[in-house]
C-alpha cells in the first residue's frame, strides 16, 4: 500500500530560527515528489516538486531534498518567518500518471513564534 | 488573473439534504479533483475528471456526486447518502495528472 509519512506531526520554533521537516514515503514507482504549503483555512499552495533524478531544489527561503533510495525527502526552512506558520504537506506521484497515484501526507503543523 | 475558484467559502447544511459545491478555474486545464480534508489525515480523492463529460472515482466516492459539463467547472454534489459530510472539501485542477495541481481555497462543509 502507498503510504507518505511525515514528521514531526507538529513544530514549535522560534522567529528568524531555521528548521528541517521529514517525509518517508513507500510509493513504488515513483514519478515525482512535492512540497505543499498549506495556510489555515486556505488551500495548499506548491513549493517545489522533484523528480526521481532531482536531489535538491530550493524556492526563496525553502530548500527540499530527494534521496530516492531511502524514500527519504526534506523540507528545510531558512531564517523562519512569522507567516511561515502552517501546514507543510509532502504529496508523492506514482508512475502511471493516474490522479489516483497522488498519495497525500498528513503534514506538518509548524508554528513560528515571535 | 488566472485561478481556481471555490464557493461558498463556508456551506452549512441539514441532515437530509443535498448540497451542490462549486468549483471554477480559467487555467484552461484539462483535469480537474475533489479532496476531502479531514483534521490529522492526508487529502483523500474523491473524484476526478481529465476531460470534459468524463470523470472518475476516486478513494471515498460514495455519497458523492460529480458532472463536467464544461472545462472550466466541476461542481461536486455532497448528498445526503454521505454519513459524515463536515469536512473541508479542495478543488485542484493540472494541464495533466502527472503535473502540478494548483489548489482553489476550500469549502468548509458543516452539517447541523
Known amino acids: 500500500k502507498n503510504q507518505v509519512e511525515q514528521s514531526p506531526q507538529s513544530l514549535i520554533i522560534l522567529e528568524g530560527k531555521n528548521c528541517t521537516l521529514q517525509?518517508?514515503?513507500?510509493?513504488?514507482?515513483?514519478?515525482?515528489l512535492r512540497w505543499y504549503k498549506q495556510d489555515t483555512g486556505r488551500g495548499p499552495v506548491s513549493l517545489t516538486i522533484?523528480?526521481?533524478?532531482?536531489n535538491t531544489k530550493s524556492n526563496g527561503r525553502y530548500t527540499a531534498t530527494l534521496d530516492a533510495d531511502t524514500k527519504q525527502s526534506s523540507l528545510h526552512i531558512t531564517a523562519s518567518q512569522l507567516s511561515d506558520s502552517a501546514s507543510y504537506i509532502c504529496?508523492?506521484?506514482?508512475?502511471?500518471?493516474?490522479?489516483?497515484?497522488?498519495?497525500f501526507g498528513s503534514g506538518t503543523q509548524l508554528t513560528v513564534l515571535p | 488573473d488566472g485561478g481556481i475558484t471555490q464557493s461558498p467559502k463556508y456551506l452549512f447544511r441539514k441532515e437530509g439534504q443535498n448540497v451542490t459545491l462549486s468549483c471554477e478555474q480559467n487555467?484552461?486545464?484539462?483535469?480537474m479533483y475533489w479532496y476531502r480534508q479531514d483534521p490529522g489525515q492526508g487529502l483523500r480523492l474523491i473524484y476526478y475528471?481529465?476531460?470534459?463529460?468524463?470523470?472518475q472515482k476516486g478513494d471515498i466516492a460514495e455519497g458523492y456526486s460529480v458532472s463536467r459539463e464544461k472545462k472550466e467547472s466541476f461542481p461536486l454534489t455532497v448528498t445526503s447518502a454521505q454519513k459524515n459530510p463536515t469536512a473541508f472539501y479542495l478543488c485542484?485542477?493540472?494541464?495533466?495528472?502527472?503535473?502540478?495541481?494548483?489548489f482553489g481555497q476550500g469549502t468548509r462543509l458543516t452539517v447541523v
Open positions: 522533484m523528480t526521481f533524478s532531482e
Open positions: 485542484a485542477s493540472s494541464i495533466g495528472t502527472n503535473t502540478e495541481a494548483f
Open positions: 504529496v508523492v506521484s506514482g508512475l502511471s500518471g493516474s490522479a489516483r497515484q497522488l498519495t
Open positions: 487555467l484552461n486545464h484539462d483535469a
Open positions: 517525509c518517508n514515503y513507500t510509493v513504488s514507482p515513483f514519478s515525482n
Open positions: 475528471s481529465q476531460i470534459v463529460n468524463d470523470f
